[in-house]
Each structure stands twice: as structure tokens, then as C-alpha cells.
């Protein structure tokens, strides 16, 4: 089974309800080895897959690390979004399922994820699964013309049941899929802006009928989205949850850019520090970061940096970044390092002309995500002045996605250097 779904969606707040148990042993606890439903989901939409030609690939190296180990925030990955939200939601039953080369995944979640009991039952998604007695609830954001054919459309009825689910359509089968958005409470304005119910690809099995449908009905089947689920909606009970928070798709390099320099925005759509419901990561145990004469801006700044008179706005600074005198960020996502070098380590390499890991003096970046490691010299020039769209220059240490340049993981910038 093809695992594009797995675990829960990106959402800013979850307020802790409680939900009424009762004897079902929908929780498993009370029937033992009977768990009565699953949820099944998935944060990182189909394109953010590792496959050739994706997106992500600029961002992950095949053999180590995989695309929910992608830096976020400054200090956390997309993996910890989901896992933190089935905690904040009461889920202590988490099932993971990894491909090859996880190392890198499993030592994270090992690290992270070792919780006990006590935590309460978030209000809204799985209550609407109980109360409608639903085989599958998919949760759903409503959604606009120009990005409909990119997900799983459904139609519903009054009771909120899913009628018709069609994945990406496009052309008529894409206008057949419009429909009255007001009745989920929208505005008239908002209605006629988003006249599509999306997918999120989150999804609540009774887990007797998931199993029902793996084993029996549809065993050769590989996807939920474009096979499983619209199979089920003509003879089970799919009910549709609609998700009225922020909720956003990071499936290309541009929306993975935009979703992360929105968090330094006052207020952010999407908040790392409601106390109500905390985000997790991996303890690193860095010391605070230590500034010098700087200018920061509507920016985050990570654990354990080195920043020397440097000018940073509308930028994210991540773990172990070094930045010196001179050095400009604006509208960039640094992702850090994974290590540190010593002060003789940095010296020895410069004065070998070779250039350490950081952002050396007086370089100017703009519209850029580095990755993990990079080392940029001195007197270099990131702006892409020339508006490149689109280019592949990995021999030289980065790409051009959308008009991002995305410096790689481990490159190595030359002083003065201008791209």
C-alpha cells in the first residue's frame, strides 16, 4: 500500500475538548485488541513524494534524509507538524510508515516522540466521525479555481455524506465538481471565490472496514485519494469534515518558501507557540544564539547561532548558522548546520582559501533557501537579478526554482560569486 497518507493535517489551533468515551472500545483500551477506528493522513501532499522530477528533490538527498525531515520554522522538521497535532488531539496510537533509507526519520521520531498518558481529546474531526457513525471521514478546506484540479474534489449532500469524489479532474470533469460552498457557512463572497470542497487527504477508518477494503473489496489498489476512497463512497458511509483553519500545501519549492517566511508575519497564520497546543521537535541542546550589532526584522532566529553585525529581514535563521560581519538576508530561509566547526577549523580553512560553513562578510542574499551545511564565501551576490525562472546548475551549488535560488545541501559558494 502506497502510504500518501499518514498522519494528521497542518492546522494553527486545536482547543483540547472532552469527548465522551463510552463502551464502543473505539479507543482500543477498553476492547482489548480491538481498535475500533484509525486515522489515516497525510501533511505533505503526493508531489512532495521522492520520485524523479519532484519538487523536493533540490531539498532531499536520496540516500539519507527524506522530505519530512525538510527543516521548517526554523527549528523543527515537517514531520514534527503532524506528530505534535496527533498528540494535541489525544492520539497516542501512532503508526509511521517509513520507506527505505529511514535512519535519518527513525532516529529523529526515537529522539523526540517518547511521551506517556494524560493528554486530552481536541475537538471536531474524529466527534464527527462517532456522531455521523461514519465508515471514513475525510476532512476538506474549501477551495479556488485556480488550484481545484490539484487535489481530491467531493460533492456532498445536506447531511455532510460524500456523494461523488473525483481526484485532480480536469476540464468538464473539473466544472462538474462546482458547488454551492455557502452552505458550509461561507460568505456569498467567499463562496464565489472558493467553489470547490478539496480533499486534504486526512482521513477516519472504522478500522474493521479499512481492513475490509485492503484485504478484500480492493487488494491491488495502491492509493487512498485516486482509487480506495472513491471506490467506498457508493456503498459506505463517507462523511465529509470541513477544516476551517489554516491549512496550506508545501508540494512545490514557491509554496514550501512562502509557508515558511508567512511565520515571521505579525500575526502569523500559523503559530509554533500557542501554549495550548506545543509543537515538538528533537532536543539539540544548543546554547542561546549570540548576536553582535545586528538589525533583524520580522525574522525567526534558531538555537546556537553566531551573528556579527549582519542585517536580516523577513527571513528565518535556522540552527548553528553563522553569519558574518557585513552579511545582508532578506526574504531567505537558512536552514543552519548540523554541526559546528571550531574557531581553528574555520581560521585554518580560510586561510587556506577554502570557505567554512556559514555566510561570509559582506554577502548580500535575497529570495533564497540554503540547505543544511552550505558554505557561502566572502563579497558574494544572491539576488538573481536577471529573474531567472527556472535553472540547474548543481556543479556550481544551486538551482533556480520558481525564481528561488535554493543553494544545496553541503555546496560550496566561492568568494565573490554573484548569481
Known amino acids: 500500500m502506497s502510504m500518501d497518507s499518514c498522519c494528521a493535517s497542518m492546522r494553527a489551533h486545536v482547543h483540547p475538548a472532552h469527548v465522551s468515551r463510552g463502551d464502543t472500545g473505539f479507543w482500543g483500551e477498553r476492547i482489548r485488541g480491538s481498535l475500533k477506528s484509525v486515522i489515516l493522513g497525510n501533511q505533505f501532499p ?40 496527533c498528540i494535541n488531539s489525544g492520539i497516542r496510537k501512532i503508526f509511521i510508515l517509513t520507506q527505505f533509507n529511514s535512519f535519518s526519520l527513525n532516529r529523529h521520531l526515537a529522539r523526540t516522540y517518547n511521551f506517556g498518558n494524560g493528554i486530552t481529546f481536541a475537538d471536531g474531526f474524529v466527534e464527527k466521525h462517532i456522531d455521523t457513525h461514519a465508515d471514513i471521514t475525510v476532512s476538506c478546506v474549501p477551495m479556488n479555481n485556480s488550484r481545484a484540479s490539484d487535489y481530491g474534489l467531493v460533492k456532498i449532500d445536506k447531511t455532510g455524506r460524500i456523494i461523488h469524489f473525483a481526484e485532480k479532474p480536469k476540464g468538464p470533469a473539473l466544472k462538474q465538481m462546482r458547488v454551492d460552498t455557502s452552505l458550509l457557512g461561507l460568505s456569498e463572497q467567499d463562496a464565489t471565490e472558493y467553489p470547490y470542497i478539496a480533499s486534504m487527504g486526512v482521513y477516519v477508518f472504522r478500522t474493521d472496514v479499512l481492513l475490509k477494503l485492503l484485504r478484500w473489496r480492493y487488494p491491488s489498489c495502491n492509493d487512498f485519494g485516486s482509487e480506495i476512497i472513491p471506490y467506498a463512497v457508493s456503498d459506505h458511509n463517507v462523511q465529509a469534515y470541513l477544516f476551517n483553519d489554516y491549512w496550506e500545501d508545501i508540494g512545490t519549492i514557491k509554496s514550501f518558501f512562502d509557508a515558511n517566511l508567512a511565520l515571521t508575519e505579525q500575526p502569523p497564520k500559523f503559530d509554533f507557540n500557542d501554549p495550548k497546543t506545543p509543537f515538538f521537535t528533537s532536543p539539540r541542546f544548543l546554547p542561546p544564539t549570540k548576536m553582535e550589532k545586528c538589525r533583524i526584522v520580522d525574522a525567526i532566529v534558531s538555537h546556537g547561532c553566531f551573528l556579527n553585525e549582519c542585517n536580516i529581514q523577513h527571513s528565518i535563521v535556522g540552527v548553528r548558522s553563522r553569519l558574518e560581519t557585513g552579511v545582508e538576508l532578506q526574504d531567505t530561509m537558512m536552514m543552519g548546520a548540523d554541526y559546528y566547526q571550531t574557531e581553528a577549523e574555520i581560521a585554518s580553512q580560510l586561510a587556506e582559501g577554502k570557505v567554512p560553513i556559514g555566510v561570509g562578510r559582506n554577502t548580500k542574499i535575497r529570495n533564497c533557501i540554503i540547505d543544511k551545511n552550505a558554505k557561502i564565501g566572502r563579497d558574494v551576490i544572491i539576488a538573481n537579478k536577471d529573474g531567472v525562472d527556472e535553472a540547474d546548475r548543481p556543479e556550481e551549488g544551486f538551482y533556480i526554482r520558481s525564481g528561488i535560488t535554493v543553494v544545496l545541501k553541503n555546496a560550496t559558494i566561492k568568494d565573490g560569486t554573484i548569481v
Open 46 to 85: 503526493k508531489s512532495l513524494k521522492a520520485k524523479p522530477g519532484s519538487a523536493f528533490n533540490v531539498l532531499t538527498s536520496p540516500d539519507i534524509d527524506k522530505e519530512v525531515l525538510v527543516p521548517i520554522g526554523g527549528c523543527y522538521r515537517l514531520i514534527d507538524v503532524p506528530m505534535s497535532n
